[in-house]
């Protein structure tokens, strides 16, 4: 057997943790002109999509910690693209949309070149495994 798949030196969190950190790390490099990491520019898009969404249920929606979403969200205020009062949930401003467009479309864009990337097998394989995770450990 392989060292690299052996159950006894094969960890499935910390190999993970790896792929996750150099997607986002290129995520985050396409995000940095427009002047937010690729976190940042999920929020705006999801806040696009869902106005007036509470922070709760996009903390759930996304699986971010509360703790973490709240600094993100107070950022995205400080820099004036979210309205002020977000008791009433998350609103964005004008300048906000126009941001959650264009990472969209940066979006869209790096998406599909990283699916063309990575290829057919292994987006299925990855769905199939995501849907695995996602039934059996979050309610």
């Known amino acids: 057997m392989n060292s690299e798949h052996n159950p006894e030196f094969y960890c499935i969190a910390g190999r993970l943790r790896m792929l996750a950190r150099v997607v986002t790390g290129q995520y985050n490099q396409a995000f940095t002109?427009?002047?937010?990491?690729?976190a940042q520019a999920g929020l705006l898009?999801?806040?696009?999509a869902y106005p007036g969404i509470r922070q709760a249920e996009?903390?759930?929606?996304?699986?971010i910690e509360k703790s973490a979403m709240s600094r993100d969200v107070?950022?995205?205020q400080k820099k004036g693209w979210l309205t002020e009062n977000i008791r009433q949930g998350?609103?964005?401003?004008?300048?906000?949309?126009?941001l959650a467009k264009r990472c969209h479309k940066i979006w869209k864009v790096l998406n599909q070149q990283i699916?063309?990337?990575?290829?057919?097998?292994?987006?299925?394989?990855?769905t199939t495994f995501s849907e695995s995770v996602l039934t059996k450990f979050i309610a």
């Open 58 to 63: 996009l903390s759930k929606r996304l699986q």
């Open 45 to 48: 898009m999801h806040m696009f």
């Open 115 to 126: 699916r063309d990337e990575l290829g057919l097998s292994a987006i299925d394989g990855l």
């Open 74 to 76: 107070q950022l995205l």
């Open 90 to 98: 998350l609103f964005l401003t004008e300048e906000g949309k126009l």
């Open 33 to 38: 002109g427009e002047g937010v990491t690729f």
